[in-house]
């Protein structure tokens, strides 16, 4: 059943109940360290975030697909992930985005909706919406991180394109303050 909620400005219709069951089915596939740290670290992301992925039927620990970035000086990591929730967006006019078309959920998460999904399982429900997240996590496992982040494993080009992206946000979000 589709209920309406108000996310930061985002008018949405939700139904979290088949979000919830379409969670249950989800399995996480990937096993390099960094997927392995994000499920490991999960349970440390900040409550407000805890909670809206509850809020929405999402199981904070099987995103659609994790990214980590890079390991910043004060020893966390940059990561970023995408979650899907059945609903549509209704209205988005109220959203009060930063340049970058986030929202500012605490110092150190930003975090957007998109009718855009990608990667979506193939029994997720339709319609879906895609909530893209981007976070600090430590790193908890006890073996050091993979030589190179998946998400570099890519061509010189592109990894010179997706190292100064990462950088470029990272920036956007430190100018705010120190991540927690």
């Given at each position: 059943?589709?209920?309406?909620r108000d996310v930061f400005g985002w008018k949405l219709a939700v139904d979290v109940?088949?979000?919830?069951?379409?969670?249950?089915?989800?399995?996480?596939?990937?096993?390099?360290?960094?997927c392995r740290n994000f499920s490991f670290a999960v349970a440390t992301l900040p409550?407000?975030?805890?909670?809206?992925?509850?809020?929405?039927?999402?199981?904070?620990?099987?995103?659609?697909?994790?990214?980590?970035?890079?390991?910043?000086?004060?020893?966390?990591?940059?990561y970023d992930a995408f979650y899907h929730v059945v609903g549509t967006i209704l209205?988005?006019?109220?959203?009060?985005?930063?340049?970058?078309?986030?929202?500012?959920?605490?110092?150190?998460?930003?975090?957007?909706?998109?009718?855009?999904?990608?990667?979506?399982?193939?029994?997720?429900?339709?319609?879906?919406?895609?909530?893209?997240?981007?976070?600090?996590?430590?790193?908890?496992?006890?073996?050091?991180?993979?030589?190179?982040?998946?998400?570099?494993?890519?061509?010189?080009?592109?990894?010179?394109?997706?190292?100064?992206?990462?950088?470029?946000?990272?920036?956007?979000?430190?100018?705010?303050?120190?991540?927690?």
């Open positions: 059943m589709f209920v309406e109940e088949s979000t919830a069951r379409a969670y249950e089915r989800l399995a996480l596939d990937c096993t390099c360290s960094y409550a407000p975030l805890l909670g809206l992925l509850n809020s929405l039927g999402i199981d904070p620990a099987k995103p659609a697909n994790v990214s980590e970035y890079a390991r910043q000086p004060n020893g966390l990591h940059m209205d988005d006019r109220a959203v009060k985005r930063d340049q970058f078309g986030h929202v500012q959920l605490t110092e150190s998460i930003d975090l957007l909706f998109t009718t855009r999904v990608q990667q979506v399982a193939p029994n997720f429900p339709q319609p879906a919406l895609q909530l893209e997240v981007f976070f600090f996590i430590p790193w908890l496992l006890d073996q050091p991180p993979d030589p190179e982040p998946l998400v570099m494993q890519v061509s010189t080009g592109a990894r010179s394109i997706i190292r100064s992206l990462a950088r470029w946000a990272n920036r956007a979000i430190m100018s705010r303050g120190k991540p927690n």
